[in-house]
């Protein structure tokens, strides 16, 4: 019995290949789960996800804005009315037309914020009051 265990795994050495194989196997095992379940992404994976984020955060302040701007208007129900009874593909082209989605200072719109601004107003069971809107600004 003593025979079989001293030519067992307490008397193995590895060579230097194995060695090597075994340390770049693992380091790819470990790549390959950071990667997939781990949650790493690479420097341009990041940045990406910034420019994501960044083009959202500005779509839904221009939105916010643009809601705020849609309940101001005089003849504001109707135009809800309208905006409702408009395909979802021509729904940001009317909130575009109507100057809503506009903001003073800037040159041009806002990708996604006509779209955005027409999802919430679409949403909307009634149109706020402006003394609300602005109360609770």
């Known amino acids: 019995m003593s025979e079989i265990n001293e030519s067992g795994w307490s008397t193995y050495r590895p060579t230097k290949t194995v060695w090597f194989w075994s340390t770049v196997g693992a380091?790819?095992?470990?790549?390959?789960?950071?990667?997939?379940?781990?949650?790493?992404?690479?420097a341009g994976g990041a940045a990406l996800m910034t420019d994501q984020a960044v083009r959202s955060a500005?779509?839904?302040?221009?939105?916010?804005?643009?809601?705020?701007?849609?309940?101001?208007a005089a003849n504001a129900t109707e135009n809800l009315k309208e905006l409702k009874s408009k395909s979802s593909w021509e729904q940001d082209d009317f909130i575009e037309n109507g100057g809503w989605a506009m903001v003073t200072?800037?040159?041009k719109p806002v990708p996604d914020a006509a779209d955005?601004?027409?999802?919430?107003?679409?949403?909307?069971?009634?149109?706020?009051?402006?003394a609300e809107a602005e109360t609770s600004s």
Not at 27 to 40: E, H, K, R
Not at 58 to 72: K, M, Q, T, Y
Not at 116 to 130: F, G, I, R, W, Y
């Open 105 to 107: 200072g800037l040159s």
């Open 58 to 72: 500005r779509a839904e302040l221009i939105s916010d804005i643009c809601v705020h701007n849609f309940a101001s």
């Open 27 to 42: 380091s790819i095992l470990t790549m390959v789960v950071g990667f997939t379940w781990g949650g790493w992404t690479t």
């Open 116 to 130: 955005t601004c027409a999802d919430a107003l679409v949403k909307l069971k009634e149109l706020p009051s402006v």
